[in-house]
């Protein structure tokens, strides 16, 4: 694990969470058992253990659900196709005191739960925290360039329409007192949104997001499909915005953000 703050440096031990934490890791699945039954074993493998693994079996035709009861995790059944259905079906199962939520072909370091927790412990004022992916099955170099592209882009052009850190869906996690007070004002019932960024637009002033680029994930290179897929997550990016600025303007988001941080920091 790199350094939290720049992703740069030594190694080093994840800070120890003090106290009873309890740790859910929610993972929405459609037929892609293949690559679930890699990412559970990565996840019994943790240096801190998950206490549950929930399972979001999204109507999947394929042995997605039986390969998570294989794997001692417990499975929910979301019959709404899609991402952001799914996910908010899982947050409401988990029973952990901290979320943590992955896709099935995350791929995590041993590390990666304790790094999250310790990110958390670390900034009472954070809700939540994400960090990057890192596209696997690519040559070294190519591979490298391109995850610093996509996540570099993704990071700023969200940021800049959040007025703070995104969360990413692939590597997160968060305390579940703050989903149970945003989980009314998710937009869960609309598949074509970025589920992950309209979580995003849930966070208050006085509340923080942290990305820290020091815990990444591996991950598949689909994201990066031309043609039709990469229309269709423009498309939505563009409605999850055009959704959440009807309801708080950008401007708006803007001066609330940094009228609380002028505020803080003259009290």
């Known amino acids: 694990m790199t350094d939290s703050r720049d992703g740069t440096g030594p190694p080093s031990a994840p800070t120890p969470v003090p106290g009873p934490v309890v740790v859910s890791v929610v993972v929405p699945a459609r037929d892609d058992a293949v690559h679930l039954a890699r990412c559970l074993r ?3 493998g943790q240096t801190r253990p998950p206490d549950e693994v929930v399972v979001v079996d999204n109507a999947s035709s394929d042995s997605t659900p039986e390969v998570a009861r294989a794997a001692g995790a417990r499975v929910v059944f979301e019959p709404r196709t899609g991402i952001p259905p799914a996910a908010a079906t899982g947050y409401d199962a988990a ?14 370091g041993p590390d990666w739960i304790a790094g999250l927790l310790a990110a958390l412990e670390a900034r009472p004022d954070a809700v939540a925290v994400s960090g990057p992916g890192r596209f696997l099955g690519l040559p070294p170099g190519v591979g490298r360039l391109l995850s610093e592209l996509y996540m570099n882009l993704y990071v700023l052009s969200t940021a800049s329409a959040l007025a703070h850190p995104p969360l990413f869906g692939t590597n997160m996690a968060m305390r579940r007192s703050w989903w149970l007070e945003v989980r009314d004002r998710v937009h869960r019932h609309d598949p074509e949104l970025h589920d992950d960024f309209d979580l ?3 966070l208050a002033p006085g509340h923080r997001i942290l990305y820290r680029p020091g815990l990444p994930v591996g991950m ?14 423009l498309a939505r990016a563009g409605r999850t915005i055009r959704l959440n600025w009807s309801e708080e303007r950008p401007w708006e988001r803007w001066q609330a953000r940094l009228g609380h941080r002028r505020d803080r920091c003259g009290a």
């Open 220 to 233: 598949s290179p689909r994201a990066l499909r031309c043609g039709r897929p990469a229309v269709r997550r």
């Open 200 to 202: 995003s637009f849930r």
């Open 42 to 44: 990565l996840l019994a």
């Open 95 to 108: 029973r952990g005191d901290v979320v943590v939520r992955c896709d099935a072909d995350t791929v995590p």
